[in-house]
Each structure stands twice: as structure tokens, then as C-alpha cells.
């Protein structure tokens, strides 16, 4: 087993290794469900998307991940922790076409991490509010031979059904071992208050086209309306509003870019009543307005 930059040099070889034999720099959707391999020959700028619990790891270059208010610098021989699915917006920083951003998302089996939470024993500290549900991490020793081994396993893919799921409970033990094992315990298992934001954020997810109150959240999370406010922010770092907000904005851009849509029949369809108010918003968060966003957009990033 390799450890430290050795380790990391390794991951960055099999990233390029995998991404030399693909069209384009990335990202790339590999044929192991949830492992996404990225790469890019210069820095970009910010990208709005949906992140879903993961780890994402940077082996060459560096990037900005930030969601609401609060922003995770991380560069290669680390990787950012994402243990809640929240909006985000996502910048590499450090890349060229001789020293090209690598990186890999491994998105998170929840089935899978509570498993290894169970049998390992590993039990969250009690807490009275809600962990960030994201961190920085560094990438070093058997962590980051997990997952070299699984970049790896993409090179056979006979391996892929029985080897896959093993590597993934090793990829969940150590970080589960790890500094911020027991913030990211109590998210999966949802003990104290996290697992009633989560339920609400879920519903939020399910009901974002619709008016949904604070009120009505913080009844489905059996919290006064100030406490749940106070704890979705220490959780996802935007207010209930914002993250609504940005889900309504994400999707409609989907609509105009994926599907055609015009910028009237996307603000309807994500719930907007007024056209103007939708391309203020939209105007705000994504830095032009959406009709000439839509047309510039080839396609929507949504992995950062």
C-alpha cells in the first residue's frame, strides 16, 4: 500500500490513463454507477449544480466548491466531503493543458455507508444542532488507496459487480474513521436533529414547484419554525427560501436548455407566477439573463 504524494501521483496517472481514452476533457460518466471521472485543460468558470453526498477528490490542479455562504477551497491529495444534497456552485481554479485538472466524484450508497456505520460500531457524538453537511479532507493512506483501487477497477470490467461494492465500504469505513467521520454519521443516520432536516429538505426536493411555508418544513421536521431555520442554515449554509430558490432556477435552466423550453413556460413550470421576477432571479444567480443564457448554454454542467 502507497500512502501519501506517492498515492496521489498514482490517482492523478489513472485519471489521465482513463480520460486519454475518452472524447473531450470531462466529465465523464463511468460504467461503475456513481463514479464520475473529471478533467479540464484550463480554469473555468462557476458552475451551478445539484451536489448529491459524495466524495471529490482533486489529484492534479484545484478548484472552489461553495454552497450558500460558505466556500471549501481544496487542491490535489484532497477532497471535499459532501454529505447532504444541497446546491452548490463549483469552480476549478488551477488547471492548463500541460497540468489539467483531475478529479473523480464517488457519490455515496447510502444503504451502503449505514451498513458500515452499523457494523463498525461507529456511533455520531450527541449534539443538539445540525453538523455543515460538507468538508475538507485530506487524501492520504488507506483512503486514498480505496480509492486508486477503484479508479483502477474501471480497467476490468468482469470485476465491476463484485469488487466495486467492497471498495465503496472501504471508501465509507475510513472516512467514517476519518476527523469528520462522526459529522458525517450523524447526517447517514440521522440521529439528534439531522435526520429531521433532512426529511424536510427531502420534501422541499419533492414539493419545490409549490409555496411550502417554514411553517410547514419545520412541522415535518417536529421543530419550532426559528430552530428549523437556524439548523437547515448550519446544514445546507442557505436559508429554506435560498435553497428553494436556487432548485427552481436549476431546473428551469434544464427545461430552456435540455428541452426547449421558452423562458415563460419555465418559470410557470418551476413555479413561478411572474416572468419578470423569474428572469431578475435568474439574472442574479447565474449572471445573464435566461433567454440569452439558454442560447449560449450548449449544455447544462451539472456535476462540479
Request: glycine content about 6%.
Given at each position: ?59 492534479q490542479g484545484a478548484k472552489w466548491t461553495s454552497f450558500g455562504d ?235
Amino acid at each position: 500500500m502507497q500512502h501519501g504524494n506517492s498515492t496521489i501521483e498514482d490517482i492523478a496517472a489513472a485519471l489521465r490513463q482513463y480520460a486519454d481514452r475518452q472524447a473531450g476533457e470531462g466529465p465523464y460518466i463511468t460504467a461503475i454507477e456513481g463514479v464520475i471521472i473529471l478533467r479540464s485543460f484550463c480554469a473555468k468558470p462557476p458552475s451551478h449544480s445539484i451536489l448529491k453526498p459524495a466524495l471529490c477528490v482533486v489529484a492534479q490542479g484545484a478548484k472552489w466548491t461553495s454552497f450558500g455562504d460558505k466556500r471549501f477551497q481544496y487542491h490535489a491529495g484532497q477532497a471535499l466531503v459532501v454529505s447532504v444534497e444541497m446546491p452548490s456552485v463549483g469552480r476549478v481554479i488551477e488547471a492548463s493543458p500541460d497540468a489539467p485538472f483531475l478529479g473523480v466524484i464517488i457519490e455515496f450508497d447510502s444503504a451502503i455507508m449505514r451498513s458500515v456505520i452499523e457494523e463498525a460500531d461507529i456511533f455520531p457524538d450527541k449534539c443538539d444542532r445540525a453538523h455543515c453537511g460538507a468538508a475538507v479532507v485530506d487524501l492520504n493512506g488507506a483512503l486514498a488507496d480505496s480509492v486508486l483501487r477503484l479508479i483502477r477497477l474501471l480497467d476490468t470490467p468482469r470485476a465491476w459487480s463484485t469488487l466495486a461494492p467492497m471498495i465503496r465500504r472501504e471508501i465509507c469505513y475510513w472516512l467514517l474513521d476519518g476527523p469528520h467521520g462522526a459529522d458525517i454519521a450523524q447526517v447517514v443516520l440521522g440521529s439528534n436533529h439531522s435526520m429531521s432536516i433532512i426529511n424536510a429538505i427531502q420534501n422541499l426536493r419533492e414539493r419545490f414547484c409549490e409555496t411550502v411555508s417554514i411553517a410547514e418544513l419545520a412541522a415535518i421536521a417536529r421543530l419550532g419554525p426559528s430552530a428549523f431555520h437556524r439548523r437547515f442554515k448550519e446544514l445546507t449554509s442557505l436559508t429554506p427560501l435560498q435553497y428553494q430558490k436556487q432548485l427552481r432556477l436549476l431546473e428551469a435552466r434544464r427545461l430552456m436548455v435540455s428541452e426547449g423550453a421558452n423562458v415563460e413556460t419555465a418559470a410557470f413550470e418551476v413555479g413561478y407566477e411572474s416572468p419578470s421576477q423569474f428572469s431578475r432571479e435568474y439574472s442574479r444567480m447565474f449572471g445573464m439573463a435566461p433567454k440569452r443564457d439558454s442560447v449560449k448554454t450548449k449544455h447544462l454542467v451539472t456535476i462540479t
